[in-house]
């Protein structure tokens, strides 16, 4: 069974589209996070949700909006994508205490032409 | 503010060699250290966390607060090791909101 699944896989898409991509986590973890990594594979959080409540925030663009309906899903939608939103965009899940392993998703490999 | 540096963007040994990922960190409070793994167009995995200190497929990392290194060390590099590996800090990032904080990763490539 996966535990943290993401979709799509690939996305290709043009400057200015609008685009979504889906998280699930089937592991009953309460806190759910976005990651970005880019062409020189650095990590870095955008955003994270703790039972559906926006609890990070990490300076990121408007055009970036999260959604979770409920604990078990995190979306990320993109306003007007841009070229410098390419890169592979991670899911991720775990139990909001310290020290607690995050789960991630497969990624999702996002190019914007 | 909680900070990971990795020093080294790539890292080549000969299989069979001995291999240190160095990893520093900065963080005002007691941090939870961990170094994720990798492997070639996969998920990242959690390759072992300080707090089990445990040894997970021959490597081992041990916390110094001293010197607020977390370095992973294998004594026999294995051509499967080769992947990209953070290091991470789970710290607070206000309240009681924990954030993971990656280094910029290591790429450790083990030659034949």
């Known amino acids: 069974d996966t535990a943290v699944s993401q979709t799509p896989k690939y996305l290709v898409t043009q400057m200015g589209n609008d685009k979504s991509i889906k998280c699930e986590q089937n592991l009953g973890h309460d806190t759910m996070y976005w990651y970005k990594q880019d062409s020189k594979k650095f990590l870095k959080i955008m955003f994270s949700y703790n039972n559906k409540e926006l609890i990070i925030n990490e300076t990121v663009p408007n055009r970036f909006s999260p959604k979770s309906p409920d604990k078990a899903h995190l979306n990320l939608h993109i306003n007007s994508l841009e070229l410098g939103d390419s890169a592979v965009y991670f899911c991720?899940?775990?139990?909001?205490?310290?020290?607690?392993?995050?789960?991630f998703g497969p990624g999702t490999r996002l190019l914007v032409l | 503010a909680q900070r990971v540096t990795q020093p080294e963007k790539l890292l080549s040994v000969f299989k069979g060699a001995p291999v240190e990922l160095k990893c520093n960190y900065s963080?005002?409070?007691?941090?939870?250290l961990f170094w994720y793994v990798q492997y070639s167009r996969q998920r990242l995995q959690l390759l072992l966390r300080?707090?089990s200190r445990e040894s997970i497929k021959g490597f081992t990392a041990d916390l110094n607060k001293g010197e607020t290194s977390f370095h992973l060390k294998k004594p026999f590099a294995q051509e499967e090791d080769s992947a990209m590996y953070y290091c991470a800090l789970s710290g607070n990032s206000g309240g009681s909101n924990y954030k993971l904080t990656f280094g910029k990763g290591t790429l450790l490539t083990v030659n034949p």
């Open positions: 963080y005002s409070g007691s941090p939870e």
């Open positions: 991720a899940s775990n139990q909001r205490t310290i020290g607690e392993t995050q789960y």
């Open positions: 300080h707090i």
